[in-house]
C-alpha cells in the first residue's frame, strides 16, 4: 500500500495516479512493490509512483530507507504538482483589486433620512461599504497599489 494525496488541489493532479511508495530494489536492479517470500532479499529502497516516476537515490534497505525515498517522493514528485496546481489556480492580489473596485463602484447602497431630513446610508450599506473599503485596503497593501 503507497501514499495518496488527499490535500488541497488532490483533483486537479489526480492524486490516485500518483500512489507514491517504497520500492524494493533487488540485486537484480529490478523493483517491485510485492513483498512476498520470494522478494524478501532487497538492495534498498527507490521512490516510485503509480504514474511511472522514479527517484534518482537507492535508500538503505531499513526502515530509515524506506521513509527518506518516500520523502524523495514526496518532496521530488508531489510537491511540484499540487505546486504547479496551485499556481494554475491562484489569483493575484492585482486581479482581487480590480475585482473589489468593479465592486465597489457597481454597489447600490440603499439611503435613508436621519431626523433632521438628511440622506444618510442604511445600517447594512454602511456595513456592506465598510467591509468593501477594508478589503480594498487590504488588497492594495498586498499588491503594493496606490487606492484610486
Not at 500500500?1 to 536492479?29: K, N, Q, T
Not at 512493490?33 to 537515490?57: D, I, K, L
Not at 538503505?60 to 518532496?75: N, S
Request: net charge negative; with cysteine; proline share 3%.
Amino acid at each position: 500500500m503507497g501514499i495518496v494525496y488527499f490535500g488541497l488541489y488532490a483533483d486537479a493532479i489526480d492524486s490516485y495516479s500518483h500512489e507514491g511508495y517504497a520500492a524494493r530494489v533487488r540485486p537484480d536492479g529490478s523493483e517491485t512493490s510485492v513483498w512476498t517470500y520470494e522478494t524478501r532479499e532487497f538492495v534498498g529502497y527507490r521512490a516510485c509512483c503509480e504514474c511511472g516516476w522514479r527517484g534518482s537515490t537507492t535508500y538503505p534497505p531499513t526502515q530509515e530507507g524506506e521513509d527518506q525515498a518516500d520523502e524523495e517522493w514526496d518532496h521530488d514528485h508531489l510537491r511540484p504538482l499540487i505546486d504547479a496546481a496551485a499556481r494554475a489556480h491562484t489569483v493575484t492580489g492585482d486581479v482581487l483589486l480590480a475585482f473589489v473596485r468593479e465592486l465597489r463602484g457597481s454597489l447600490q447602497l440603499q439611503e435613508t433620512t436621519d431626523a433632521q431630513g438628511g440622506v444618510v446610508l442604511t445600517e447594512h450599506s454602511r456595513g456592506v461599504l465598510a467591509a468593501v473599503e477594508r478589503l480594498e485596503q487590504l488588497l492594495d497593501d498586498q499588491s503594493g497599489g496606490t487606492p484610486s
